[in-house]
């Protein structure tokens, strides 16, 4: 047996001491001794009965010898004592089955019949006079374990609901559950139930009880008694008002301490007649200056302001632990407009709103990002979405966002959602900050509204400033995991991602998105009844730990499986090396598919054979969740060795999202579709091969060479020529600052451009064959530099000048010979003929490389054991 310590306790309520007849603690040891009438079961789960000083809701109990009410009547007597209110500490034996001839049982099994006759209680006073008190099953009584869905309607469990963290933020997880971040506290081995009984005379003293059973019949069951506590509040002690804010002001040198007690309570800040849902360090955003900063701009963070958010009694207390002791301060205190104390009121979100977003020109509601925060910095989340995200791998299941620059900076994040162009919020009266967005060719909005009393709606206006969609433009975010595809539809579409791929795949034991995949509908097309300018397509990654993995999208028919291979972490522990991801891209092209590299150039393996081999058809610059990072310079500089060798292959973009830390196009493919050809996912593939794509974190560009579009090759005689160059970049995201020409890897021209826009020309002397690509920087204010945007090459080719550099082609031959290594030595082997296969695959992608290195009279001495795969 154990007490209950379900908080701080209240100074409204003290225990009344009467003399039971059972110490269930020696019943439950002794179960031959007396069994009052108490079910096997019941005697069973005596040992979990709360014993001693125990506080259940923020009430005190002294639980010493119990009641038991079984088939008899029983008196107690109590000292005098004067009280608005009486709580009782009790419970019920489980009700036997029931079976009629059938085999239905009726009434319920275990709980017995819904409001059942199972006792009175008669309250004795100093007068002489009495009140009974009707005693009720599932009303002021329950069962002393509890079936799922039969709760009591006037009584509360022991124990008081309370937030639960998540499995991320817990030392010992447990997810599942734990992502409701909260728990009723109403379950467990033993149960006793609250019940508050509104004494109508609490003028007169109470002396005594005495407890009538009810006179047999299906409602009789024993009744365990346990306490009985008497208090003075002005309402119902176990009714809580609605959830309200404050802000803790931290007492000079003392700092936030989020550790939880062995109960899960917050150590330094606890309610007694309520509870504290969460406490945070405040975020600060700018006031007067919020429409002047930039979108999604991370607010700083107070070191000594903690906000709260909490749910209690009119009458409770919070108690304050901390070096000096506990400090107790009424709820009322609080929540009294104009008291300066260490807790400031929080205005609470009374006011329901509607928000709708238009686009200029059109008053149908669009879909975009959304945040919006109140003047203490306080999130003000749509009544149906998240209030507390969570940004944590494979735990996001809303469509929210939660901008964080680093993890462990988690607590400085800045919190938005996606809205399909018109949400309901509770907003506080006052000043609210209001932030929209809808991808990188619509200028971001930040103002500030007065919600007054009686508004019903807000309007906000957003303006398409940059007409590259206008241009045959479409942008693709080409990896995305876990969303449904109708969440991956809105996050898509208020991003303003025109092309969202969503891609099943396996993690281990784990298969995720493989019930969405038919190798057959493209979400949001006309043929799937949409309007065809969002879209979403399941493809796959497939996956290998030490090889690498590759991105195979929108193909038709059947799944390409095995989607992963080879082992931990991506396959499953003893799976061998069943299939190469040469192959895997050969099959998806015979399925009509586009296949990618992700997160170019990791794993960095067998992708180099896929190049040389021709077998892809676009290189992936990943952002992640890194908003400030750029585009990544090793990505850039692998890519470059690839192009240095003449392999053209076009860039996209894609974030890898795996969870609401990560938006849908942070990083984002902008492809062109030719004039006179309707966007469809079957078009944006085909303007992907083509090459007439740039990868971009904001700014947009054009990039000509020759007149030429992105992904062109030129031809040139030998005598070469004069490259004629033209460029725009242009921003309402990222502010520019340098545009520059790379040829061959190396920076040409560099210019200092406005961080909104700029065009410009070069004239390029090219003696032989070259690609040419443009390159844009570009920052926020308080952020360093970074490459923001780059395009897909033009490659000049120059007659009896093949475009090799023998450095950079060694080096993508060790690769090879790397993956090859691998398949000979510590890869789990798969059958002999698998092996043989896949090593003739390597062998000939290496001889390919090996061979144009010969030709051009540069010799490679390679370290394979055996150059023909005849090592076993």
């Not at 009393?453 to 940059?466: F, N, S």
């Not at 019930?515 to 290998?544: H, K, P």
């Not at 002397?765 to 570009?778: E, Q, Y």
Request: charged share 20%; aromatic share 8%; with cysteine.
């Amino acid at each position: 047996m154990s007490t209950i310590q379900d908080g701080p306790r209240s100074p409204h309520f003290q225990p009344l001491a009467f003399k039971g007849h059972a110490n269930l603690g020696m019943l439950a040891a002794e179960p031959e001794s007396d069994r009052f009438g108490l079910s096997d079961e019941m005697l069973a789960a005596l040992e979990r009965a709360p014993a001693g000083d125990c506080v259940c809701w923020g009430i005190p109990f002294q639980i010493g010898e119990a009641l038991i009410l079984s088939d008899h009547p029983v008196s107690i007597e109590v000292s005098p004592a004067h009280a608005r209110w009486l709580v009782f500490l009790h419970t019920l034996d489980v009700s036997p089955a029931m079976e009629d001839a059938a085999g239905l049982i009726s009434p319920a099994p275990r709980s017995g019949r819904l409001g059942g006759h199972a006792a009175d209680y008669v309250i004795s006073y100093a007068d002489g006079s009495e009140v009974r008190a009707a005693i009720r099953r599932r009303h002021q009584i329950g069962t002393f374990t509890r079936f799922w869905g039969e709760n009591c309607f006037e009584a509360v469990a022991q124990h008081k609901p309370y937030p639960v963290r998540g499995a991320q933020e817990q030392l010992a997880p447990g997810w599942g559950w734990t992502q409701t971040r909260v728990s009723a506290g109403d379950d467990g081995p033993w149960v006793n139930w609250l019940w508050a009984w509104e004494n109508p005379h609490p003028e007169k003293g109470i002396v005594g009880f005495r407890f009538e059973p009810a006179a047999g019949g299906q409602d009789a069951s024993a009744i365990i008694l346990s306490g009985i506590t008497a208090g003075d509040v002005a309402s119902l002690p176990l009714r809580w008002q609605t959830r309200r804010k404050a802000c803790l002001l931290l007492p000079e040198g003392q700092t936030f301490d989020p550790d939880l007690d062995k109960d899960g309570l917050l150590k330094q800040i606890q309610l007694d007649l309520g509870q504290v849902i969460s406490a945070t360090p405040r975020l600060i955003y700018p006031k007067d200056a919020w429409p002047d900063t930039y979108n999604n701009q991370l607010p700083g963070l107070s070191k000594s302001e903690i906000l709260l958010e909490y749910t209690a009694h009119p009458e409770a207390c919070f108690h304050l632990f901390g070096p000096s002791g506990n400090q107790v301060i009424p709820v009322s205190d609080v929540e009294e407009v104009g008291v300066e104390g260490l807790i400031q009121p929080v205005a609470p979100g009374l006011q329901r709103v509607t928000l709708r977003v238009i686009e200029r020109g059109d008053s149908k509601p669009v879909p975009v990002k959304l945040h919006i925060h109140g003047e203490w910095d306080e999130y003000l989340a749509p009544v149906d979405r998240h209030r507390i995200l969570n940004p944590d791998w494979f735990e996001d299941y809303s469509v929210d966002h939660l901008h964080v620059q680093h993890w462990d900076d988690r607590p400085r994040a800045h919190a938005c959602t996606y809205i399909p162009g018109e949400t309901q919020l509770k907003l506080p009266l006052g000043r609210v900050y209001v932030e929209v967005s809808k991808g990188f060719e619509i200028r971001p909005v930040r103002k500030v509204v007065e919600v007054t009393a009686g508004m019903q709606e807000i309007v906000i206006e957003i303006e398409r400033v940059l007409p590259w969609r206008e241009r045959g433009w479409v942008t693709a975010d080409t990896h995305v995991h876990f969303l449904s595809p109708i969440s991956a539809m809105l996050e898509g579409s208020a991003e303003g991602v025109n092309v969202v791929n969503l891609l099943a795949s396996q993690w281990g034991e784990m298969m995720s998105n493989v019930g969405d995949f038919d190798g057959r509908n493209t979400w949001g097309s006309r043929e799937a009844g949409g309007d065809g300018e969002y879209l979403v397509r399941v493809g796959t990654e497939n996956r290998q730990h030490v090889l690498g993995h590759i991105s195979l999208l929108g193909y038709q028919g059947p799944i390409i499986a095995p989607m992963t291979t080879a082992g931990p972490d991506e396959s499953a522990l003893g799976d061998p090396i069943e299939i190469l991801l040469i192959e895997w891209a050969r099959q998806c092209r015979r399925q009509g598919g586009l296949v990618v590299l992700p997160h170019f150039p990791h794993p960095r393996a067998e992708h180099a054979a896929g190049i040389i081999s021709g077998d892809v058809d676009a290189l992936e610059m990943t952002s992640l969740h890194y908003r400030y990072r750029g585009i990544d310079p090793y990505s850039l500089a692998d890519w470059y060795r690839y192009l240095n060798c003449g392999y053209l292959v076009p860039a996209v973009g894609g974030t890898d999202k795996m969870g609401a830390a990560t938006a849908v196009g942070t990083v984002r493919t902008y492809a062109r579709i030719p004039p006179g050809t309707e966007f469809t996912y079957e078009s944006w593939k085909q303007a992907v091969r083509r090459g007439e794509t740039f990868v971009t974190y904001g700014p947009l560009l054009e990039f000509m060479v020759d007149g030429q579009p992105m992904g062109s090759r030129i031809a040139m005689s030998r005598r070469g020529g004069t490259a004629d160059v033209t460029w725009q970049v242009a921003s309402v995201t990222v502010p520019l600052s340098r545009v520059e020409l790379v040829v061959n890897g190396e920076i040409r021209e560099s210019v200092a451009v406005s961080p909104s826009q700029a065009s410009g020309h070069w004239s390029v002397k090219v003696d032989s064959s070259a690609w040419l690509a443009l390159l844009v920087r570009g920052h926020y204010p308080d952020q360093p530099e970074i490459v923001v945007a780059h395009s897909t090459p033009v490659m000049v080719e120059v007659e009896g000048s093949p475009l090799l550099a023998a450095a950079d082609a060694v080096t993508i031959v060790d690769q090879v010979e790397g993956a090859m290594a691998y398949l000979d030595t510590v890869g789990t082997r798969a059958e002999d003929h698998a092996y043989k296969r896949m090593r003739l695959a390597l062998g000939s992608a290496h001889r390919s490389l090996h061979n144009r290195l010969h030709q051009q009279g540069h010799y490679h001495e390679h370290t394979l054991a055996n150059e023909h795969g005849e090592h076993h």
